[in-house]
Protein backbone atom coordinates (compact mmCIF):
# COMPACT_ATOMS: atom_id res chain seq x y z
CA UNK A 1 0.00 0.00 0.00
CA UNK A 2 1.41 3.46 -0.91
CA UNK A 3 0.05 7.17 -0.38
CA UNK A 4 0.81 9.92 -2.71
CA UNK A 5 0.29 13.51 -3.19
CA UNK A 6 -0.02 15.83 -6.15
CA UNK A 7 0.21 19.69 -5.03
CA UNK A 8 -1.33 21.61 -6.48
CA UNK A 9 -2.98 19.50 -9.17
CA UNK A 10 -4.67 22.12 -11.52
CA UNK A 11 -2.97 24.19 -14.28
CA UNK A 12 -4.39 27.26 -13.41
CA UNK A 13 -6.09 29.35 -10.47
CA UNK A 14 -5.55 28.28 -6.73
CA UNK A 15 -4.44 25.36 -4.65
CA UNK A 16 -5.08 22.05 -4.20
CA UNK A 17 -3.62 19.23 -3.27
CA UNK A 18 -4.52 15.58 -3.48
CA UNK A 19 -3.79 12.67 -1.17
CA UNK A 20 -4.57 9.42 -1.89
CA UNK A 21 -4.03 6.03 -0.98
CA UNK A 22 -3.45 3.67 -3.41
CA UNK A 23 -3.69 -0.63 -3.47
CA UNK A 24 -3.66 -2.97 -6.08
CA UNK A 25 -3.45 -0.22 -8.49
CA UNK A 26 -6.50 1.57 -7.71
CA UNK A 27 -6.94 4.34 -5.41
CA UNK A 28 -9.06 3.30 -2.06
CA UNK A 29 -8.90 6.54 -0.16
CA UNK A 30 -8.34 10.44 -0.91
CA UNK A 31 -7.76 13.51 0.75
CA UNK A 32 -8.86 16.84 -1.17
CA UNK A 33 -6.71 19.61 0.67
CA UNK A 34 -7.38 23.07 -0.39
CA UNK A 35 -4.25 25.29 1.17
CA UNK A 36 -5.07 29.05 0.38
CA UNK A 37 -7.38 31.40 2.39
CA UNK A 38 -7.54 34.92 1.63
CA UNK A 39 -11.01 35.61 4.04
CA UNK A 40 -12.95 37.43 1.74
CA UNK A 41 -15.79 37.27 3.80
CA UNK A 42 -14.29 38.79 6.39
CA UNK A 43 -13.38 41.96 4.51
CA UNK A 44 -16.96 42.59 3.56
CA UNK A 45 -18.31 43.35 7.27
CA UNK A 46 -19.78 46.47 8.00
CA UNK A 47 -19.70 47.56 4.07
CA UNK A 48 -22.45 48.84 2.38
CA UNK A 49 -24.09 45.72 0.47
CA UNK A 50 -24.04 48.17 -2.65
CA UNK A 51 -20.38 47.74 -3.21
CA UNK A 52 -20.22 44.04 -2.42
CA UNK A 53 -20.23 42.30 -5.91
CA UNK A 54 -17.14 44.66 -6.68
CA UNK A 55 -15.35 43.53 -3.77
CA UNK A 56 -16.92 39.31 -4.33
CA UNK A 57 -16.17 39.60 -7.80
CA UNK A 58 -12.29 39.73 -6.52
CA UNK A 59 -12.39 36.05 -5.17
CA UNK A 60 -11.62 34.35 -8.73
CA UNK A 61 -9.89 36.01 -11.92
CA UNK A 62 -11.08 32.67 -14.00
CA UNK A 63 -14.27 33.03 -13.23
CA UNK A 64 -14.60 36.84 -13.85
CA UNK A 65 -18.41 37.58 -13.67
CA UNK A 66 -19.85 34.84 -11.60
CA UNK A 67 -19.15 36.35 -8.08
CA UNK A 68 -20.46 39.94 -9.31
CA UNK A 69 -23.86 38.27 -10.52
CA UNK A 70 -24.86 36.44 -7.28
CA UNK A 71 -23.65 38.70 -4.89
CA UNK A 72 -25.78 41.09 -6.41
CA UNK A 73 -28.78 38.73 -7.03
CA UNK A 74 -28.39 38.29 -2.98
CA UNK A 75 -28.66 42.27 -2.19
CA UNK A 76 -31.78 42.45 -4.85
CA UNK A 77 -33.32 39.62 -3.26
CA UNK A 78 -32.66 41.00 0.57
CA UNK A 79 -34.43 44.14 -0.56
CA UNK A 80 -36.97 42.84 -3.08
CA UNK A 81 -35.59 44.74 -5.87
CA UNK A 82 -36.86 43.57 -9.37
CA UNK A 83 -34.17 44.65 -12.28
CA UNK A 84 -35.67 45.24 -16.02
CA UNK A 85 -35.35 43.07 -18.49
CA UNK A 86 -32.73 44.48 -20.54
CA UNK A 87 -30.47 43.97 -17.65
CA UNK A 88 -31.43 40.12 -17.24
CA UNK A 89 -30.64 39.89 -20.87
CA UNK A 90 -27.58 41.67 -20.33
CA UNK A 91 -26.14 39.53 -17.79
CA UNK A 92 -27.61 36.47 -19.28
CA UNK A 93 -25.28 37.38 -22.74
CA UNK A 94 -22.34 38.48 -20.23
CA UNK A 95 -22.89 35.05 -18.51
CA UNK A 96 -23.11 33.05 -21.65
CA UNK A 97 -19.98 34.12 -23.26
CA UNK A 98 -18.07 33.60 -19.89
CA UNK A 99 -20.20 30.01 -20.16
CA UNK A 100 -18.50 28.91 -23.79
CA UNK A 101 -14.93 30.99 -23.05
CA UNK A 102 -14.75 28.97 -19.96
CA UNK A 103 -15.69 25.42 -21.12
CA UNK A 104 -13.41 25.60 -24.17
CA UNK A 105 -10.40 27.04 -21.78
CA UNK A 106 -10.92 23.89 -19.88
CA UNK A 107 -11.36 21.40 -22.49
CA UNK A 108 -8.19 22.41 -24.18
CA UNK A 109 -5.80 24.07 -22.29
CA UNK A 110 -6.40 22.84 -18.76
CA UNK A 111 -7.88 19.32 -19.43
CA UNK A 112 -6.67 17.91 -22.83
CA UNK A 113 -3.27 16.98 -22.02
CA UNK A 114 -4.37 14.17 -19.38
CA UNK A 115 -5.80 12.71 -22.89
CA UNK A 116 -3.61 14.00 -25.25
CA UNK A 117 0.47 12.72 -26.15
CA UNK A 118 2.19 15.67 -26.78
CA UNK A 119 5.33 14.45 -27.53
CA UNK A 120 3.20 11.35 -29.33
CA UNK A 121 2.54 14.22 -32.18
CA UNK A 122 6.09 14.05 -33.26
CA UNK A 123 5.15 10.83 -35.26
CA UNK A 124 1.95 11.53 -36.78
CA UNK A 125 1.46 11.79 -40.41
CA UNK A 126 0.37 15.20 -41.45
CA UNK A 127 -1.48 13.83 -44.38
CA UNK A 128 -3.20 11.35 -42.17
CA UNK A 129 -4.05 14.05 -39.42
CA UNK A 130 -5.35 16.06 -42.74
CA UNK A 131 -7.88 13.32 -43.63
CA UNK A 132 -8.76 12.36 -40.13
CA UNK A 133 -9.70 16.38 -39.58
CA UNK A 134 -11.56 16.71 -42.60
CA UNK A 135 -13.91 13.60 -41.78
CA UNK A 136 -15.22 14.77 -38.96
CA UNK A 137 -15.45 18.60 -39.55
CA UNK A 138 -15.22 21.25 -42.24
CA UNK A 139 -13.38 23.44 -39.86
CA UNK A 140 -11.11 25.31 -42.90
CA UNK A 141 -7.85 24.87 -40.84
CA UNK A 142 -7.33 21.16 -41.83
CA UNK A 143 -4.60 21.00 -44.80
CA UNK A 144 -1.79 18.59 -44.57
CA UNK A 145 0.76 21.68 -44.51
CA UNK A 146 -1.31 23.57 -41.82
CA UNK A 147 -0.36 20.32 -39.66
CA UNK A 148 3.15 20.05 -41.24
CA UNK A 149 3.41 23.48 -39.34
CA UNK A 150 2.28 22.92 -36.32
CA UNK A 151 4.30 19.97 -35.56
CA UNK A 152 7.06 21.98 -37.18
CA UNK A 153 6.37 23.91 -34.05
CA UNK A 154 6.07 21.43 -31.62
CA UNK A 155 9.38 19.93 -32.66
CA UNK A 156 11.34 22.99 -32.21
CA UNK A 157 9.54 23.22 -28.35
CA UNK A 158 11.34 19.96 -27.82
CA UNK A 159 14.49 20.67 -29.00
CA UNK A 160 14.96 23.57 -27.46
CA UNK A 161 14.38 21.95 -23.75
CA UNK A 162 11.89 24.86 -23.26
CA UNK A 163 8.07 22.90 -22.90
CA UNK A 164 6.75 25.98 -21.94
CA UNK A 165 2.81 25.26 -21.07
CA UNK A 166 3.45 21.56 -22.51
CA UNK A 167 6.20 20.88 -19.76
CA UNK A 168 5.66 18.57 -16.78
CA UNK A 169 4.24 15.94 -17.46
CA UNK A 170 3.69 12.79 -18.28
CA UNK A 171 4.71 12.18 -21.85
CA UNK A 172 4.56 8.82 -22.83
CA UNK A 173 2.54 7.68 -20.34
CA UNK A 174 0.43 3.62 -20.84
CA UNK A 175 -2.57 5.58 -19.91
CA UNK A 176 -2.41 7.70 -23.27
CA UNK A 177 -4.11 5.88 -26.04
CA UNK A 178 -4.93 8.50 -29.31
CA UNK A 179 -3.01 7.87 -32.07
CA UNK A 180 -0.40 10.20 -33.10
CA UNK A 181 -2.32 11.93 -35.92
CA UNK A 182 -5.12 12.74 -33.29
CA UNK A 183 -2.70 13.77 -30.64
CA UNK A 184 -1.37 16.17 -33.85
CA UNK A 185 -5.01 17.46 -34.43
CA UNK A 186 -5.38 17.87 -30.75
CA UNK A 187 -2.17 19.79 -30.28
CA UNK A 188 -3.06 22.99 -32.98
CA UNK A 189 -6.45 22.90 -32.15
CA UNK A 190 -5.05 23.43 -28.26
CA UNK A 191 -2.82 26.23 -29.95
CA UNK A 192 -6.23 27.30 -32.19
CA UNK A 193 -8.18 27.92 -29.38
CA UNK A 194 -5.82 30.31 -27.26
CA UNK A 195 -5.98 33.19 -30.29
CA UNK A 196 -9.43 32.17 -30.28
CA UNK A 197 -11.27 32.58 -26.94
CA UNK A 198 -8.33 35.81 -26.71
CA UNK A 199 -10.99 37.48 -29.81
CA UNK A 200 -14.36 36.05 -28.76
CA UNK A 201 -14.08 37.37 -25.05
CA UNK A 202 -14.30 40.86 -26.62
CA UNK A 203 -17.94 40.23 -25.69
CA UNK A 204 -17.56 41.18 -21.95
CA UNK A 205 -14.98 44.39 -23.31
CA UNK A 206 -18.59 45.52 -25.09
CA UNK A 207 -21.02 44.68 -22.18
CA UNK A 208 -18.70 44.56 -19.19
CA UNK A 209 -15.84 47.28 -20.08
CA UNK A 210 -13.21 45.15 -19.44
CA UNK A 211 -12.56 41.16 -18.60
CA UNK A 212 -11.81 40.13 -16.31
CA UNK A 213 -13.82 41.61 -13.78
CA UNK A 214 -16.22 43.50 -15.18
CA UNK A 215 -17.52 46.83 -14.24
CA UNK A 216 -20.83 47.50 -15.72
CA UNK A 217 -23.10 45.54 -12.77
CA UNK A 218 -24.59 47.25 -9.78
CA UNK A 219 -27.82 46.07 -7.26
CA UNK A 220 -30.75 47.22 -9.74
CA UNK A 221 -29.75 46.33 -13.04
CA UNK A 222 -26.88 47.23 -15.09
CA UNK A 223 -24.75 50.52 -16.08
CA UNK A 224 -24.39 50.51 -19.47
CA UNK A 225 -26.66 52.98 -20.70
CA UNK A 226 -28.60 51.85 -23.99
CA UNK A 227 -28.63 54.28 -27.39
CA UNK A 228 -29.39 53.03 -30.61
CA UNK A 229 -27.45 55.97 -32.09
CA UNK A 230 -25.50 57.43 -29.60
CA UNK A 231 -21.40 56.52 -28.88
CA UNK A 232 -19.76 54.97 -25.64
CA UNK A 233 -23.38 53.01 -24.93
CA UNK A 234 -24.55 50.04 -26.28
CA UNK A 235 -25.22 50.63 -30.18
CA UNK A 236 -26.56 49.21 -32.80
CA UNK A 237 -22.73 48.99 -34.04
CA UNK A 238 -22.04 47.05 -31.31
CA UNK A 239 -24.96 44.89 -30.96
CA UNK A 240 -23.24 43.60 -34.67
CA UNK A 241 -20.31 42.97 -33.06
CA UNK A 242 -21.81 41.21 -31.01
CA UNK A 243 -24.02 39.27 -33.09
CA UNK A 244 -20.53 38.08 -34.64
CA UNK A 245 -18.78 37.35 -32.13
CA UNK A 246 -21.48 35.15 -30.70
CA UNK A 247 -21.49 33.54 -34.23
CA UNK A 248 -17.58 32.68 -34.52
CA UNK A 249 -17.54 31.70 -30.80
CA UNK A 250 -20.88 28.82 -31.67
CA UNK A 251 -19.17 27.90 -35.20
CA UNK A 252 -15.96 26.87 -33.10
CA UNK A 253 -17.61 24.93 -30.61
CA UNK A 254 -19.27 23.05 -33.47
CA UNK A 255 -16.60 22.28 -35.62
CA UNK A 256 -13.88 22.25 -33.18
CA UNK A 257 -14.42 21.70 -29.94
CA UNK A 258 -17.51 18.85 -30.16
CA UNK A 259 -16.27 16.99 -32.51
CA UNK A 260 -12.93 16.76 -30.78
CA UNK A 261 -14.35 15.55 -27.90
CA UNK A 262 -16.06 13.11 -29.70
CA UNK A 263 -12.96 11.93 -31.17
CA UNK A 264 -10.80 12.03 -28.11
CA UNK A 265 -13.64 10.46 -26.29
CA UNK A 266 -13.79 7.54 -28.46
CA UNK A 267 -10.76 6.08 -27.55
CA UNK A 268 -11.39 6.44 -23.99
CA UNK A 269 -15.13 4.92 -23.19
CA UNK A 270 -13.53 2.70 -20.59
CA UNK A 271 -13.60 6.01 -18.35
CA UNK A 272 -17.12 5.89 -18.74
CA UNK A 273 -17.34 3.63 -15.60
CA UNK A 274 -14.69 5.55 -13.57
CA UNK A 275 -15.05 8.46 -11.15
CA UNK A 276 -18.85 8.09 -10.52
CA UNK A 277 -18.30 10.02 -7.23
CA UNK A 278 -21.57 10.54 -5.07
CA UNK A 279 -23.92 10.21 -7.34
CA UNK A 280 -25.93 13.14 -5.74
CA UNK A 281 -26.34 16.25 -8.34
CA UNK A 282 -27.39 19.86 -7.66
CA UNK A 283 -27.85 22.49 -9.62
CA UNK A 284 -29.64 26.13 -8.64
CA UNK A 285 -30.28 26.56 -12.62
CA UNK A 286 -29.78 29.74 -14.38
CA UNK A 287 -30.35 32.17 -16.87
CA UNK A 288 -33.65 34.21 -16.36
CA UNK A 289 -35.74 34.25 -19.39
CA UNK A 290 -37.78 36.59 -17.85
CA UNK A 291 -38.48 39.19 -15.31
CA UNK A 292 -38.77 38.27 -11.48
CA UNK A 293 -36.38 37.19 -8.59
CA UNK A 294 -33.87 34.77 -9.94
CA UNK A 295 -33.91 33.58 -6.07
CA UNK A 296 -37.60 32.87 -5.21
CA UNK A 297 -38.73 32.03 -9.06
CA UNK A 298 -36.64 28.72 -10.71
CA UNK A 299 -39.08 28.58 -13.37
CA UNK A 300 -38.06 31.56 -14.94
CA UNK A 301 -34.64 29.75 -15.99
CA UNK A 302 -33.46 28.10 -19.05
CA UNK A 303 -31.42 25.39 -17.07
CA UNK A 304 -33.61 24.05 -14.11
CA UNK A 305 -33.15 24.21 -10.84
CA UNK A 306 -32.86 20.68 -9.48
CA UNK A 307 -31.48 17.94 -7.40
CA UNK A 308 -30.76 14.24 -8.56
CA UNK A 309 -30.23 11.47 -5.80
CA UNK A 310 -28.42 8.77 -6.29
CA UNK A 311 -28.16 8.70 -9.85
CA UNK A 312 -31.62 8.01 -10.19
CA UNK A 313 -32.99 10.36 -13.91
CA UNK A 314 -36.21 9.42 -13.04
CA UNK A 315 -36.98 12.22 -10.43
CA UNK A 316 -36.00 15.71 -10.24
CA UNK A 317 -36.27 17.39 -6.37
CA UNK A 318 -37.02 20.32 -5.78
CA UNK A 319 -33.89 22.82 -4.14
CA UNK A 320 -34.87 24.49 -0.90
CA UNK A 321 -31.53 26.78 0.08
CA UNK A 322 -32.88 26.74 3.58
CA UNK A 323 -31.18 22.70 3.36
CA UNK A 324 -27.85 24.14 2.74
CA UNK A 325 -25.10 23.60 5.99
CA UNK A 326 -21.51 23.73 5.72
CA UNK A 327 -19.37 21.62 8.14
CA UNK A 328 -15.62 22.31 9.51
CA UNK A 329 -15.32 19.23 11.16
CA UNK A 330 -12.33 18.37 8.76
CA UNK A 331 -11.68 21.75 7.92
CA UNK A 332 -9.02 24.70 9.19
CA UNK A 333 -12.08 26.84 10.96
CA UNK A 334 -14.00 26.89 13.89
CA UNK A 335 -17.56 27.20 15.11
CA UNK A 336 -18.66 28.45 18.68
CA UNK A 337 -20.75 26.03 18.72
CA UNK A 338 -18.58 23.33 18.36
CA UNK A 339 -16.97 21.92 14.44
CA UNK A 340 -19.20 18.75 14.93
CA UNK A 341 -22.18 21.50 14.15
CA UNK A 342 -23.36 22.17 10.35
CA UNK A 343 -24.78 26.05 10.00
CA UNK A 344 -26.71 27.25 7.19
CA UNK A 345 -24.68 30.28 5.68
CA UNK A 346 -27.24 33.41 6.77
CA UNK A 347 -25.52 31.46 10.69
CA UNK A 348 -22.13 30.38 9.20
CA UNK A 349 -18.80 31.80 10.98
CA UNK A 350 -15.76 32.22 9.16
CA UNK A 351 -13.11 31.66 11.90
CA UNK A 352 -9.49 30.30 10.45
CA UNK A 353 -8.14 28.02 12.90
CA UNK A 354 -4.63 26.58 11.29
CA UNK A 355 -3.83 23.26 13.06
CA UNK A 356 -1.78 21.78 10.11
CA UNK A 357 1.47 21.29 9.46
CA UNK A 358 3.83 23.67 8.88
CA UNK A 359 5.29 23.56 4.80
CA UNK A 360 7.05 21.47 4.10
CA UNK A 361 4.52 19.01 5.21
CA UNK A 362 4.90 14.94 4.34
CA UNK A 363 0.98 14.23 4.62
CA UNK A 364 -1.33 16.61 5.73
CA UNK A 365 -4.02 14.15 6.84
CA UNK A 366 -2.34 11.56 9.30
CA UNK A 367 -5.47 10.40 11.43
CA UNK A 368 -8.99 10.24 11.37
CA UNK A 369 -9.80 13.44 13.34
CA UNK A 370 -7.55 15.49 11.69
CA UNK A 371 -8.41 18.85 9.92
CA UNK A 372 -6.83 19.07 6.28
CA UNK A 373 -8.24 22.08 3.71
CA UNK A 374 -9.34 25.12 4.08
CA UNK A 375 -12.80 24.30 2.19
CA UNK A 376 -15.74 23.99 4.35
CA UNK A 377 -17.54 20.90 3.76
CA UNK A 378 -21.06 21.84 2.04
CA UNK A 379 -24.18 19.43 2.31
CA UNK A 380 -27.63 19.22 1.35
CA UNK A 381 -29.60 17.45 3.84
CA UNK A 382 -26.47 16.52 5.25
CA UNK A 383 -25.56 14.66 1.75
CA UNK A 384 -22.83 15.54 -0.29
CA UNK A 385 -23.61 17.01 -4.10
CA UNK A 386 -21.60 17.41 -6.89
CA UNK A 387 -22.06 20.68 -8.82
CA UNK A 388 -21.01 21.66 -12.36
CA UNK A 389 -22.16 21.03 -15.86
CA UNK A 390 -22.96 17.15 -15.41
CA UNK A 391 -25.56 18.59 -12.35
CA UNK A 392 -27.12 20.92 -15.26
CA UNK A 393 -27.26 18.91 -17.90
CA UNK A 394 -28.81 15.48 -15.72
CA UNK A 395 -31.20 17.57 -14.54
CA UNK A 396 -32.23 19.41 -17.93
CA UNK A 397 -32.28 16.20 -19.69
CA UNK A 398 -34.30 14.68 -16.94
CA UNK A 399 -37.01 17.59 -16.62
CA UNK A 400 -39.22 17.59 -19.73
CA UNK A 401 -40.68 21.24 -18.95
CA UNK A 402 -37.42 22.76 -18.91
CA UNK A 403 -36.84 25.23 -21.71
CA UNK A 404 -33.49 24.08 -22.33
CA UNK A 405 -34.49 20.09 -21.97
CA UNK A 406 -35.10 19.76 -25.90
CA UNK A 407 -31.98 21.45 -27.09
CA UNK A 408 -30.03 19.24 -24.24
CA UNK A 409 -31.56 15.93 -24.63
CA UNK A 410 -30.89 16.43 -28.60
CA UNK A 411 -26.85 17.04 -27.85
CA UNK A 412 -26.80 14.05 -25.18
CA UNK A 413 -28.38 11.67 -27.00
CA UNK A 414 -26.41 12.65 -30.33
CA UNK A 415 -23.27 12.43 -27.98
CA UNK A 416 -24.53 9.33 -26.84
CA UNK A 417 -25.36 7.89 -29.63
CA UNK A 418 -21.75 8.72 -31.57
CA UNK A 419 -19.82 7.34 -28.78
CA UNK A 420 -22.28 3.56 -28.56
CA UNK A 421 -22.68 4.24 -24.85
CA UNK A 422 -26.25 4.83 -22.97
CA UNK A 423 -27.20 7.29 -20.12
CA UNK A 424 -25.11 5.67 -17.51
CA UNK A 425 -21.85 6.54 -19.10
CA UNK A 426 -23.03 10.30 -18.25
CA UNK A 427 -22.19 9.10 -14.27
CA UNK A 428 -18.38 9.51 -14.54
CA UNK A 429 -15.29 11.16 -15.70
CA UNK A 430 -16.15 10.78 -19.03
CA UNK A 431 -19.75 11.50 -18.57
CA UNK A 432 -18.20 15.12 -16.98
CA UNK A 433 -16.34 16.28 -19.21
CA UNK A 434 -18.50 15.53 -22.59
CA UNK A 435 -21.72 17.25 -20.37
CA UNK A 436 -19.44 20.40 -20.18
CA UNK A 437 -18.55 20.33 -23.95
CA UNK A 438 -22.43 19.41 -24.36
CA UNK A 439 -23.60 22.26 -22.48
CA UNK A 440 -21.55 24.96 -24.25
CA UNK A 441 -23.04 24.01 -27.83
CA UNK A 442 -26.73 24.23 -25.78
CA UNK A 443 -25.42 27.72 -24.34
CA UNK A 444 -23.68 28.98 -28.04
CA UNK A 445 -27.12 28.31 -29.21
CA UNK A 446 -28.81 29.50 -26.67
CA UNK A 447 -26.96 33.23 -26.56
CA UNK A 448 -28.12 33.64 -30.23
CA UNK A 449 -31.62 33.92 -28.65
CA UNK A 450 -30.75 36.29 -25.82
CA UNK A 451 -29.15 38.92 -28.30
CA UNK A 452 -31.93 38.84 -30.70
CA UNK A 453 -34.53 39.38 -27.54
CA UNK A 454 -32.28 42.33 -26.26
CA UNK A 455 -32.42 43.95 -29.81
CA UNK A 456 -36.46 43.75 -30.21
CA UNK A 457 -36.91 44.96 -26.98
CA UNK A 458 -34.51 48.12 -27.87
CA UNK A 459 -36.60 48.42 -31.31
CA UNK A 460 -39.48 48.57 -29.23
CA UNK A 461 -38.50 51.61 -27.18
CA UNK A 462 -37.72 49.52 -23.95
CA UNK A 463 -34.00 51.37 -22.81
CA UNK A 464 -34.70 50.89 -19.36
CA UNK A 465 -31.54 49.17 -17.38
CA UNK A 466 -31.76 50.00 -14.12
CA UNK A 467 -34.69 49.41 -11.28
CA UNK A 468 -34.52 52.92 -9.82
CA UNK A 469 -36.62 52.37 -6.65
CA UNK A 470 -34.79 51.56 -3.61
CA UNK A 471 -31.61 52.41 -4.68
CA UNK A 472 -31.54 54.93 -1.03
CA UNK A 473 -30.83 52.97 2.14
CA UNK A 474 -33.23 55.19 4.03
CA UNK A 475 -36.11 53.19 2.35
CA UNK A 476 -33.99 50.01 3.21
CA UNK A 477 -35.71 47.65 6.37
CA UNK A 478 -33.80 47.98 9.44
CA UNK A 479 -32.74 44.24 8.75
CA UNK A 480 -32.55 42.34 5.61
CA UNK A 481 -31.44 39.08 4.71
CA UNK A 482 -31.08 37.70 0.70
CA UNK A 483 -29.82 35.05 -0.75
CA UNK A 484 -28.33 35.14 -4.70
CA UNK A 485 -28.01 32.15 -6.72
CA UNK A 486 -26.27 30.91 -9.90
CA UNK A 487 -24.81 28.65 -11.60
CA UNK A 488 -21.17 29.35 -12.37
CA UNK A 489 -19.44 27.41 -15.07
CA UNK A 490 -18.25 25.42 -12.34
CA UNK A 491 -21.74 24.58 -10.72
CA UNK A 492 -24.33 25.87 -7.72
CA UNK A 493 -22.54 29.30 -6.39
CA UNK A 494 -24.96 30.96 -3.48
CA UNK A 495 -23.85 34.04 -1.99
CA UNK A 496 -26.17 34.82 1.63
CA UNK A 497 -26.03 38.31 2.81
CA UNK A 498 -27.47 39.73 6.15
CA UNK A 499 -27.81 43.45 6.34
CA UNK A 500 -28.35 45.93 9.53
CA UNK A 501 -28.70 49.11 9.61
CA UNK A 502 -27.57 49.67 5.86
CA UNK A 503 -24.19 47.83 6.21
CA UNK A 504 -23.25 44.31 6.27
CA UNK A 505 -23.39 42.33 9.41
CA UNK A 506 -22.69 38.70 7.45
CA UNK A 507 -21.64 38.05 3.98
CA UNK A 508 -21.08 34.00 3.41
CA UNK A 509 -19.53 32.08 0.11
CA UNK A 510 -20.20 28.85 -1.31
CA UNK A 511 -18.74 28.38 -4.24
CA UNK A 512 -18.70 25.27 -6.87
CA UNK A 513 -15.12 23.67 -5.79
CA UNK A 514 -16.29 24.05 -2.29
CA UNK A 515 -18.87 21.90 -2.95
CA UNK A 516 -16.76 19.62 -5.24
CA UNK A 517 -13.57 20.19 -3.58
CA UNK A 518 -14.05 20.12 0.16
CA UNK A 519 -13.43 17.69 2.88
CA UNK A 520 -14.87 15.46 5.02
CA UNK A 521 -17.70 16.06 7.30
CA UNK A 522 -18.78 15.36 11.00
CA UNK A 523 -20.22 11.70 9.69
CA UNK A 524 -17.08 11.51 7.79
CA UNK A 525 -18.74 11.13 4.62
CA UNK A 526 -16.55 12.06 1.46
CA UNK A 527 -16.77 15.43 -0.84
CA UNK A 528 -16.99 14.39 -4.18
CA UNK A 529 -13.80 15.20 -5.35
CA UNK A 530 -12.75 12.44 -2.97
CA UNK A 531 -15.37 10.17 -3.62
CA UNK A 532 -14.46 9.77 -7.32
CA UNK A 533 -11.06 9.19 -7.07
CA UNK A 534 -12.13 5.92 -5.10
CA UNK A 535 -11.46 2.72 -7.64
CA UNK A 536 -9.39 5.31 -9.95
CA UNK A 537 -7.23 2.64 -11.43
CA UNK A 538 -3.45 3.57 -11.13
CA UNK A 539 -0.88 2.16 -13.62
CA UNK A 540 2.23 4.00 -12.32
CA UNK A 541 2.44 5.28 -8.83
CA UNK A 542 5.33 7.64 -9.34
CA UNK A 543 3.21 9.38 -12.31
CA UNK A 544 -0.86 9.49 -11.34
CA UNK A 545 -1.80 10.49 -14.79
CA UNK A 546 -5.61 9.03 -14.09
CA UNK A 547 -6.03 11.28 -10.54
CA UNK A 548 -5.70 14.17 -12.88
CA UNK A 549 -7.59 13.37 -15.02
CA UNK A 550 -10.42 12.84 -12.88
CA UNK A 551 -10.10 15.65 -10.61
CA UNK A 552 -9.13 18.12 -13.83
CA UNK A 553 -13.02 16.80 -15.01
CA UNK A 554 -14.51 18.60 -12.48
CA UNK A 555 -12.70 21.71 -13.25
CA UNK A 556 -11.35 23.01 -10.17
CA UNK A 557 -11.31 26.88 -9.82
CA UNK A 558 -7.50 26.38 -7.94
CA UNK A 559 -4.05 25.49 -9.33
CA UNK A 560 -1.17 26.08 -11.80
CA UNK A 561 1.22 23.65 -13.45
CA UNK A 562 1.25 19.98 -11.89
CA UNK A 563 4.04 19.67 -9.38
CA UNK A 564 4.86 16.67 -7.38
CA UNK A 565 6.24 16.33 -3.85
CA UNK A 566 8.10 13.77 -2.35
CA UNK A 567 7.49 12.61 1.07
CA UNK A 568 9.89 14.97 2.22
CA UNK A 569 8.07 17.85 0.43
CA UNK A 570 10.82 18.24 -2.10
CA UNK A 571 9.92 19.15 -5.52
CA UNK A 572 10.03 16.87 -8.12
CA UNK A 573 8.61 15.30 -11.09
CA UNK A 574 7.11 12.18 -9.67
CA UNK A 575 5.17 11.33 -6.26
CA UNK A 576 7.47 9.26 -4.44
CA UNK A 577 6.17 6.26 -2.35
CA UNK A 578 5.37 6.58 1.47
Not at 143 to 162: N, P, R
Not at 335 to 345: E, F, I, N, Q, T
Not at 361 to 368: P, R, V
Request: aromatic content about 10%; proline content about 6%.
Amino acid sequence: MAKIAIDPITRIEGHLRIEAQVEGGAVTNAWSSSTMWRGIELILQNRDPRDAWYLTQRICGVCTTVHALASVRAVENALAIEIPLNAVLMRNLIEAAQYIQDHVIHFYHLHALDWVDIVSALDADPQATSQLAESISDWPLSSASYFAGVQAKIKAFVESGQLGPFGNAYWGHPAYKLPPEANLMAVAHYLEALDWQRNFIRIHAVLGSKNPHLQTYVVGGMTLAIDPNGQSVLNAERIALLKDLFARGREFVEKVYIPDLLAVASFYKDWAAIGGGVGNYLTYGDFPIGVGDPSSKPDLFFFPRGIILNKDLSMVHPVDHAKITEYVTHSWYEYAVGDAASLHPWEGETSPNYTGPTPPYKFLNTGENDKYSWLKAPRYENQPMEVGPLSRMLVAYASPDAPSHASVKEKVDTALGALGVGPEALFSTLGRTAARGIETWVVAEAAMGWLDQLTDNIKAGDLRIHANEKWDPQQWPRSAQGVGMTDAPRGALGHWVTIEDGKILNYQCVVPSTWNGGPRDAEANNGPYESALIGTPIADEEKPLEILRTVHSFDPCMACAAHIFDAEGREVISVKVQ
